[in-house]
């Protein structure tokens, strides 16, 4: 085995002490299995539980293991960009740590990017064990998120996948805040492909993703990369008007043939609640796109962090963001 480390394997890890011993597991039997030398890197976003302990008794061990401690909870998506930036390897590979990414797929990936690929998209065709609700919504998103962007994402791709070096180097230098890393990977270009798998049912413990943390990494995804829904202001304001007009010329004739003058005000309370409504969820559209360019011009760190291990020749200062 030669000293240049081939393979990087990012995990990102929240609140994960029931998993983090079998996904080590799991990782070291394929990876000692390539025969090319690679690293581990555990980003540690912010666990509150023995996540970090655990991880640190690995690094001991095994000096393949690296370990980035967040300063607190910054989300997946700036742990992937953290181990990306801090990443050697000719080949990186995101994986998550639950499980619901079999690490076996690592083979077949590995195969792609030796036959030229860049980027090598984990392509799910089933999702065991996951509720029917987060099946769902799934689905539909990633069908929105396609009709709606000019980048072509694969659909059903989440962040399992291996890139490239220089593909990584293309992501690291994207200095965007809220991230949407599955999307910023078809972005940059590229040769890429898909590898089908069957996504497993979590190997234990709950899913870290709320439903907040869900609608925020919706919402990344979209403003990132569309600017379709500040339009629907655009079309439902004109829609809103020419009803008016139409309203208002109905009226007029109604009168000219009916003497009776009688105002029902139900039905002007419901069209100033439906217009409330199209009003405030336009402010609400808008106040996403606003809040993300507010988090632009702040230019505060994707991430920080608290402490690592195992990078010996990186000293902690050089890692900060
Ligand atoms: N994760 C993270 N920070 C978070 C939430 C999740 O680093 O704020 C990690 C988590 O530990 C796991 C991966 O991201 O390795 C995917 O999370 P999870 O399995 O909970 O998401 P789901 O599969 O339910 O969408
Ligand atoms: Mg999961």
């Keep these: 085995m030669s000293n240049r ?3 990087s394997i990012i ?5 994960e002490e029931l998993v983090i011993d079998e996904s080590y597991r799991r990782l070291k039997k394929v990876m000692d299995s390539v025969k090319e030398d690679y690293e581990i ?3 540690n976003d912010g ?3 023995k996540t970090r302990e655990k991880v640190e008794e690995m690094c001991e061990s095994d000096k393949k293991i690296k370990l980035i401690n967040f300063s607190r909870n910054f989300g997946q998506q700036a742990a992937i960009t953290a181990g990306m930036d801090l990443s050697q390897g000719d080949a990186v590979v995101v994986i998550d740590a639950d499980l619901q990414d079999p690490p076996e797929v690592i083979f077949r990936m590995i195969k792609k990017w030796k036959e030229g690929y860049e980027v090598i998209h984990g392509k799910r065709i089933k999702r065991d064990g996951e509720t029917f609700f987060k099946r769902f919504t799934a689905k539909i998103f990633y069908r929105i998120l396609k009709s709606i962007t000019t980048i072509d994402i694969p659909l059903d791709t989440g962040d399992f996948k291996l890139i490239d070096r220089k593909v990584c180097n293309s992501m690291i230098s994207i200095s965007e805040k809220n991230r949407y890393v599955r999307g910023l990977v078809s972005w940059v270009g590229y040769k890429q492909i898909c590898v089908e ?3 497993k049912d979590r190997f234990a413990g709950e899913s870290k993703y709320s439903l907040q943390k869900m609608f ?3 919402f990344d995804g979209i403003a990132s990369f569309s600017y379709k829904p500040l339009a629907i202001a655009g079309y439902l304001g004109s829609l ?3 009803t008016g007009v139409i309203s208002i010329f109905v009226t007029i004739v109604k009168n000219m043939f009916n003497q009776s003058k009688t105002i029902d005000f139900s039905i002007i309370i419901s069209m100033n ?3 409330f409504g199209i009003t405030l969820g336009c402010i609400g559209i808008i106040g996403q796109y606003i809040g993300r360019i507010f988090d632009e011009s702040k230019g505060r760190p994707t991430y920080i962090i608290d402490s690592t291990e195992n990078y010996a020749h990186i000293k902690k200062r050089e890692v900060q963001q």
């Design 5 to 7: 480390i081939v393979y």
């Design 11 to 15: 995990v990102p890890l929240y609140n």
């Design 41 to 43: 890197i555990f980003v």
């Design 47 to 49: 666990s509150k539980d």
């Design 197 to 199: 798998f069957e996504r």
């Design 216 to 218: 925020k990494l919706a």
């Design 240 to 242: 809103s008007f020419f």
């Design 273 to 275: 609640l439906i217009m």
